[in-house]
């Protein structure tokens, strides 16, 4: 229960108490990812139920998406796109830039984009919800936390110390590729058993490329990740879901 709550704290603002966790505990919170993310695509998905449509609901919906994490990876999108454009290929420049508080016209460009393709892809999925497009709220935050224990297992993190460093030396690693397969499958077969099509098949491709590409990109910049760029990875994952899932439904 512990790791769970510890997850809830760091990638939420629920009201939850860390209480000292261990290392341990931290890099077992990674496995909950996940559920924290589900949890998160709930509330929003009853929101969208509760609110109906409009451009109005589809703005207050990325305003409770955004609240809910208390713009964490958020701020790793905007530091992230500072560091790629002003680091100049280099990539201790590019480490060096990341560290940097403030947000430069990068940043504020990255945040804009993303934000303004989250709110176009929200406004059509609730134009929608009858055809069940309602999922896409709860696929694209879960598969956004569910990216990053797959970064954590497949790519080597590059800057010592703070959290992603106690979660890419303490995370158990057998039971995070379990976690990642129950995932993949549970999005594929839940939309199905519901009657809602392949939505959940669309929301693993949209999620899947960005995923490599993003991956990739970061491997070959700075030779791995950082506590940012996982940040920056899962609003662009989440990004992807949303834009997939509008264009196949």
């Not at 860390?18 to 909950?32: E, F, I, K």
Request: aromatic share 8%; with cysteine.
């Amino acid at each position: 229960m512990k790791p769970f709550l510890v997850a809830l704290r760091f990638l939420t603002r629920f009201p939850v108490s860390w209480n000292n966790p261990t290392d341990r505990q931290v890099g077992q919170s990674l496995l909950h990812y996940p559920t924290v993310g589900l949890l998160m695509g709930l509330c929003l998905a009853a929101l969208a139920w509760g609110l109906g449509e409009g451009v109005l609901v589809a703005a207050l919906i990325i305003v409770a998406w955004v609240m809910l994490t208390g713009l964490m990876h958020m701020d790793g999108l905007a530091d992230t796109a500072d560091a790629w454009i002003g680091g100049l290929g280099d990539r201790e420049r590019t480490l060096e830039i990341m560290k940097d508080p403030r947000c430069g016209p990068a940043g504020v460009t990255a945040l804009i984009l993303v934000l303004l393709v989250k709110f176009a892809a929200v406004l059509e999925l609730l134009a929608l919800l009858g055809q069940g497009a309602w999922m896409a709220l709860v696929l694209a935050p879960l598969l956004g936390r569910a990216a990053l224990p797959l970064l954590f297992l497949t790519t080597d993190y590059v800057r010592p110390g703070g959290m992603g460093s106690l979660l890419a030396e303490h995370f158990p690693r057998s039971a995070a590729w379990v976690v990642t397969v129950m995932v993949a499958l549970a999005v594929l077969a839940v939309p199905l058993g519901l009657g809602l099509g392949w939505a959940g098949a669309w929301a693993l491709v949209g999620a899947g490329l960005v995923f490599i590409l993003g991956r990739a990109w970061m491997r070959h910049r700075i030779g791995g990740t950082t506590g940012d760029t996982a940040g920056a990875l899962a609003e662009c994952v989440e990004t992807g879901v949303l834009v997939a899932v509008v264009l196949m439904i």
